[in-house]
């Protein structure tokens, strides 16, 4: 089994930033995809960002030139800092593992921007 926890949301003005934390215990193995997901109300969940055990990174269109996403594989955690954002930023962040075939996510982080 795999938990994970996830930090570093809140509110926060237009043109601010954020930097969200998810920290995976358990059952893990070198080899795995960890990023973010988010789902704003009434919507589908979409990719934020996602980063391999080699470090390949995939960004979803809305977070490319404004997030980063960042890994420490010895303690099994990945970062998002989220700089330049917006209102329609505002979701449910969702930190997800994929390991050994299978898809693990976190409880949610909600990020709200507004003024």
């Known amino acids: 089994q795999v938990q994970l926890v996830e930090s570093g949301g809140g509110l926060v003005q237009p043109g601010g930033s954020l930097r969200l934390s998810c920290a995976a215990s358990?059952?893990?193995?070198?080899?795995?995809?960890m990023g973010w997901y988010r789902q704003a109300p009434g919507k589908q969940r979409e990719l934020v960002a996602v980063?391999?055990?080699?470090?390949?990174?995939n960004y979803g269109d809305s977070a490319k030139g404004r997030f980063t996403i960042s890994r420490d594989n010895a303690k099994n955690t990945v970062w998002l800092q989220m700089d330049s954002l917006k209102p329609e930023d505002t979701a449910v962040y969702y930190c997800?593992?994929?390991?050994?075939?299978?898809?693990?996510w976190g409880q949610g982080t909600q990020v709200t921007v507004s003024s």
């Open positions: 997800n593992m994929y390991l050994s075939g299978r898809s693990y």
């Open positions: 358990g059952s893990i193995f070198s080899i795995y995809v």
């Open positions: 980063l391999n055990s080699v470090g390949s990174t």
